[in-house]
């Protein structure tokens, strides 16, 4: 099992910036496709973004070309550059692993999950 820790998350104004981090523990790091998810109060759990065991990356279609998801496999981390935020971001925010090491959208591809970091966007 592969140990998942966010962090990065906080209270920023809209057209603000957060990087959140999610380092792992466990596994083989640099096969594995890594991916972000969110959860609004009351609503499920999203996809983000993902970012594949060859380094391609992928994008919901509401943060395309303002977040940037990058990976570090000597530092056993995964990133989440998030620019441009709006209050609709306002969430909770997972990182994941996908053992296939290819893109994934479903929540339910994914093994491995950490405990999420908290982002939230004032208007």
């Known amino acids: 099992q592969v140990h998942l820790v966010e962090s990065g998350g906080g209270l920023v104004q809209a057209g603000g910036s957060l990087r959140l981090s999610c380092a792992a523990s466990g596994g083989t790091f640099h096969t594995y496709a890594l991916g972000w998810f969110r959860q609004a109060p009351g609503l499920e759990r999203e996809f983000v973004a993902s970012?594949?065991?060859?380094?391609?990356?992928a994008y919901a279609e509401s943060v395309q070309g303002r977040f940037t998801i990058s990976r570090d496999n000597a530092k056993y981390t995964v990133y989440l550059q998030m620019d441009n935020l709006k209050p609709e971001d306002t969430a909770r925010y997972y990182c994941?692993?996908?053992?296939?090491?290819?893109?994934?959208?479903?929540?339910?591809?994914?093994?491995?999950w950490g405990q999420g970091t908290l982002v939230t966007v004032s208007s």
């Open positions: 994941a692993v996908d053992r296939d090491g290819i893109v994934q959208i479903r929540p339910t591809d994914y093994e491995d």
């Open positions: 970012i594949t065991a060859a380094n391609w990356p």
